[in-house]
């Protein structure tokens, strides 16, 4: 079977003048198969029709595509499949043409990640990326296609015994680690970086925050500058495919794993 699909064609390409290929005008989304089942897919559908509407386009998931993705997912039961939404072929510059453009859907499997599994038992280390995230609040939360701050992030080379960037936007405020939401343990309870003015808000996030809340913890979203990592008990990270994996030093400071993880990943079916 064909490792890329293309409005549910194998092996098919996509234009040139796409405006995902142009101008980044799409968005996307990552999805863990397990055991042949694709974790979460309401929820990722919902989140990529939320950030169609944000972009300006109208999208939902038809039965054909559902279906080829469940056959991907049964076909490839311990990977991850990637579905990437863009707006279509039309228009050479900026503008969106009026009309209603075919939305390409493009589907892809993966393998997935074995080093996930290893951080999910001993934890990760972040280094700070000197690369700071631009504020814009009409981008901020969705996964769309333009990811060149987080690809020159990436393009550094992390410093030896670090695992991710910790991403801090223009204002200095702590926003993401390269790849993941970040969730932090203090003496008022648990928070997460708010995300409106930069950032993916992912999937997994909101997940994590309907749990905790059932696990009677106290979940705050709010501004968060470097500063406050000097009240931190426990860091956590958490995105669709790793789960959820603990912070165990940021720079030069240590942290302890939360006794309560494990637990989060138990309840989810997110061990890996």
């Not at 005008?25 to 169609?52: P, Y």
């Not at 956590?236 to 240590?254: A, C, E, I, P, Y």
């Amino acid at each position: 079977m064909a490792l890329v699909w293309v409005n549910g064609q194998p092996d098919a390409t996509i234009s040139p003048l796409d405006r995902g290929v142009a101008y980044g005008d799409g968005l996307f989304a990552t999805m863990r198969v397990n055991k042949s089942e694709i974790q979460f897919i309401e929820s990722h559908f919902l989140r990529l029709a939320q950030g169609a509407r944000r972009l300006g386009f109208d999208w939902q998931p038809t039965t054909t595509l559902r279906e080829l993705l469940l056959q991907c997912a049964k076909d490839n039961p311990q990977s991850c499949l990637k579905l990437l939404l863009s707006r279509g072929v039309g228009g050479r510059g900026y503008t969106p043409p009026n009309s209603s453009l075919a939305i390409n859907e493009v589907v892809s499997v993966h393998p997935f990640p074995d080093l996930y599994q290893h951080w999910q038992k001993v934890g990760v280390s972040l280094q700070t990326s000197t690369v700071l995230l631009a504020k814009q609040p009409r981008l901020a939360g969705i996964k769309h296609c333009n990811r060149l701050e987080q690809i020159l992030v990436k393009s550094v080379s992390l410093a030896d015994g670090y695992d991710d960037w910790l991403v801090l936007d223009s204002d200095g405020d702590i926003i993401e680690s390269s790849m993941a939401n970040l969730f932090f343990e203090t003496d008022i309870g648990i928070v997460t970086p708010k995300l409106s003015y930069a950032g993916v808000a992912g999937m997994m996030r909101e997940q994590i925050i309907y749990q905790l809340l059932e696990m009677k913890f106290s979940v705050s979203v709010t501004e968060m500058n470097v500063d406050i990592l000097s009240k931190v008990k426990h860091i956590f990270m958490t995105n669709s495919l790793l789960g959820v994996v603990d912070v165990t030093q940021v720079d030069q400071q240590t942290f302890s794993i939360a006794p309560y993880t494990s637990l989060l990943r138990e309840r989810l079916d997110l061990t890996l």
